[in-house]
């Protein structure tokens, strides 16, 4: 997509070198990244750089400082709290994330097909609960598990039957995937919508042509053609799973038995910083969630890719 | 396709400075002053040339509409500007005290502080001794165990505000349906009438919260149980699954598993419902918990009465303490007289602390409210005309008086949630919970440096 400009540059380059006005373009170019690179460096990159610090330092109430090089990584990594909230994040990325995509691919399909009447406000109304906050989303869930006044619970016990228990210890991460898919479907949709609609189409009418239906295009044209979109979707769904903080957190207050501090691995770098004042500990914690982040994307991306040459291979 | 990967890439390590950016708060070392030594009480002199130079204090705290106090303040010594700044209640404030006063700049010069958390922030010196300052003569304004929850090592680190000795709030209409003509005066009087209350009208005598620590703790002190200690340097005590304390919890729990306690998290949209649905008959609840009644359960006005706690042995009159807060001074300030004669006077002088009562219903601790005929005479609709204030102010004078904390309270209490808060939850057996609360205490404490007894 972005070829035609860079050729343009670059016959540009060659012809006349770095002219006066080539300069002058650079400076301004410059001049408007830099408010950009500014917030960039001071508000992310320092505070990166000294979390990654103190990450190596171990602190206690008494007794001060002392630096302690990997130490908090060793005991992260040991930490039976960390690792079983990295675990319980595995199971809901493994359960929610085929859910939540599958659905918002469908929604897609459905779309893009053309066959769906009032297409326009639909992919809205889909969209809408992305444009909640996840705080609101996560409180009006919180009031709809409710088991004593939630709607649900009220409903079941109308008709006589024993009202579930959203809240309990067995059921909570459900729950938890429920919110988060009912959220995310409409978000995911619109990123393979978007690349549903950049296929160009020739391609379906010259497979109308050679007498394919619906079905057919949509497997042999449409799904190879919006892979990159939804690999980009995984990769946004790994690092959304994996750093799952707003809903534990506000489901605490109501479901205090079944979430625990160390929940998620995020909630648990919130608790041991502000509750338990170790802010060593937890800068330790949160980096090694975000490693183990950056290897499951690249795990995933690595699959994504050997599959997609040999196909390429098979098929030649 | 190729660029594919790199993005991806970038996002992730994107993602990983989100999370990242929330532990990026300083931890730079240690405080520098400190209250530390008793200096020199100071001249009046000093106080006066203070209280008529132009100064400016900054005061963070969540108490609703203080400014009304401040105003009366600077009426009284127009040179002294407040700015009062809400940052948060509970946990989010004190974070921010704490960052504020570790990164060394921004700090307030007053700050509303609970009972509880006081010692956390002398063990780093924050806190400026006001002893030195003239708050040693005013041990006679207060209520004696509220004294002592101020005073440390011959230090007198806050003036206390409110407080929340520990009462029976009850439902009288359920109460009778169940034939219960007088409170229960004991524990097992209490149980006996749980009993009665299920089987008579379905309702729980009152809900154990499997999220309130606070209030655990506050039925701990009225059995007369120190589980925690603190010599105020490096030594800390823990005992929290002595015999005492599960003695209490065993209580509990069999309540609980009998179905005759609910244990709803408090503070919640289903526990606001429960008052107001009859679900609870009662509530055993701080002072502070009538004027809280009246604005959730609206609906059951004049339904309601207080009392004592039951008791552990008949005869005993003994009772905790669940809330409340104080105004402290920090080490850091620039203008420490002034900011002590701001915390002392709001929470002394009369024409302030009878505001507090009376406007923001605080419970008082001053003596000057407490006996006052005015606030202790004045009847309750809501509570068919009873003088609750009067009942709470009698109550007041028998909680405990040397309840002691940890310096580490957010984390006991954190750590209480995880353990014994989650088999109350779950109808379990409270008392490994509480095996594993004093192991956690143990563990955490060892780990922060302390000595443990």
């Known amino acids: 997509m972005g070829t035609v400009p860079s050729t343009v540059a670059r016959r540009g380059r060659r012809s006349t070198g770095l002219s006066t006005m080539k300069k002058r373009q650079n400076a301004a170019a410059y001049l408007f990244i830099l408010p950009f690179f500014v917030v960039f460096i001071s508000m992310l990159l320092v505070p990166l750089w000294y979390s990654a610090y103190l990450s190596l330092f171990q602190s206690q109430l008494i007794g001060g400082e002392t630096f302690a090089g990997l130490a908090n990584y060793v005991r992260a990594f040991t930490d039976l709290a960390f690792v079983a909230g990295l675990g319980r994040m595995l199971v809901f990325f493994v359960i929610q994330v085929p859910i939540m995509l599958g659905f918002a691919l469908f929604l897609a399909l459905a779309l893009d097909s053309g066959r769906a009447r009032g297409a326009k406000s639909l992919r809205l109304l889909y969209f809408v609960p992305y444009a909640v906050p996840g705080v609101v989303a996560t409180l009006m869930w919180g009031y709809l598990y409710g088991p004593d006044f939630g709607p649900v619970a009220q409903l079941f016990r109308a008709v006589g039957l024993q009202a579930p228990d959203f809240l309990g210890e067995g059921s909570i991460l459900g729950s938890m995937m429920n919110i988060v898919t009912w959220e995310y479907v409409g978000y995911n949709m619109v990123i393979l919508y978007a690349a549903l609609r950049a296929i160009p189409p020739e391609l379906y009418e010259a497979a109308e042509i050679d007498g394919a239906g619906p079905t057919r295009i949509a497997w042999s044209i449409k799904l190879p053609a919006i892979r990159p979109a939804l690999l980009l979707t995984v990769i946004f769904s790994v690092i959304g799973t994996f750093q799952l903080f707003n809903e534990p957190s506000l489901l605490d207050a109501i479901a205090p038995s079944a979430i625990d501090d160390s929940y998620t691995p995020n909630y648990y770098a919130y608790n041991l910083a502000f509750v338990n004042q170790d802010v060593n500990y937890a800068a330790a914690i949160a980096f090694a969630l975000g490693l183990v982040i950056a290897v499951v994307s690249y795990i995933v991306q690595l699959t994504t890719q050997r599959r997609e040459r040999t196909n390429r291979e098979g098929s030649r | ?453």
């Not at chain 2, 008793?38 to 009046?44: F, R, S, V, Y």
């Not at chain 2, 304390?245 to 065993?250: D, E, I, R, S, Y």
């Open chain 2, 1 to 453: 396709m190729n660029k594919a990967p790199k993005a991806a890439l970038t996002l992730a390590a994107a993602a990983v400075s989100t999370s990242l950016v929330l532990s990026g708060c300083s931890s730079a070392a240690g405080t520098t002053g400190g209250g530390g030594a008793a200096a020199a009480p100071l001249g009046q002199d000093a106080i006066t040339k203070a209280l008529n130079t132009p100064t400016t204090l900054t005061f963070w705290t969540w108490v609703p509409d203080i400014d009304k106090q401040v105003k009366l303040f600077q009426a009284k010594y127009p040179k002294i500007k407040v700015k009062v700044e809400n940052v948060g209640q509970g946990l989010e404030h004190y974070q921010k005290v704490r960052t504020a006063v570790k990164s060394g700049q921004g700090a307030p010069d007053v700050v509303q502080i609970e009972y509880q958390f006081i010692s956390s922030f002398t063990l780093t010196k924050s806190l400026l001794d006001l002893a030195p300052y003239g708050a040693d003569d005013l041990e006679g304004d207060y209520v004696p165990w509220v004294w002592n929850q101020v005073k440390q090592n011959g230090g007198i680190y806050a003036i206390p505000q409110d407080t929340g000795p520990l009462g029976n709030l009850y439902r009288t209409d359920i109460m009778k349906k169940a034939g219960i003509a007088t409170p229960p005066a004991t524990y097992d009087e209490y149980a006996a009438a749980a009993q009665k209350v299920k089987d008579a009208t379905g309702s729980y005598i009152s809900n154990l919260p499997s999220n309130d620590p606070a209030q655990v703790t506050g039925l701990l002190w009225q059995a007369g149980i120190k589980p925690f200690s603190y010599d105020g340097n490096r030594t800390v005590g823990i005992n929290a699954n002595s015999p005492e304390v599960k003695k209490v919890l065993a209580y509990w729990q069999g309540l609980i598993q009998k179905g005759l306690v609910s244990t709803d998290g408090d503070f919640t949209d289903q526990w606001y419902q429960g008052f107001a649905s009859g679900k609870y008959a009662g509530w055993l609840t701080a002072a502070w918990g009538p004027i809280f009644l009246q604005g959730t359960a609206k609906g059951t006005a004049g339904k309601w009465s207080a009392a004592p706690l039951p008791q552990w042995a008949r005869g005993q009159n003994a009772s905790g303490n669940w809330g409340g807060s104080s105004d402290a001074v920090l080490a850091s300030s620039k203008n420490p007289i002034a900011a002590y004669e701001l915390a002392k006077w709001i929470n002394n002088d009369k024409s302030s602390t009878t505001k507090f009562a009376n406007e923001q219903f605080l419970f008082p601790a001053a003596k000057n409210v407490l006996e006052d005929p005015a606030f202790t005479g004045g009847k309750s609709s809501f509570f068919g005309g009873q003088q609750v204030n009067k009942q709470f102010a009698e109550i007041s004078g028998t909680v405990d008086t040397k309840f002691e904390w940890l310096p580490f309270m957010d984390y006991a209490y954190s750590a209480f949630n995880d353990t014994v808060g989650k088999a109350i939850g779950d109808k379990g057996d409270l008392s490994a919970a509480s095996d594993a609360w004093q192991t956690k205490l143990v563990s955490y404490a060892k780990a922060q440096g302390f000595t443990v007894k």
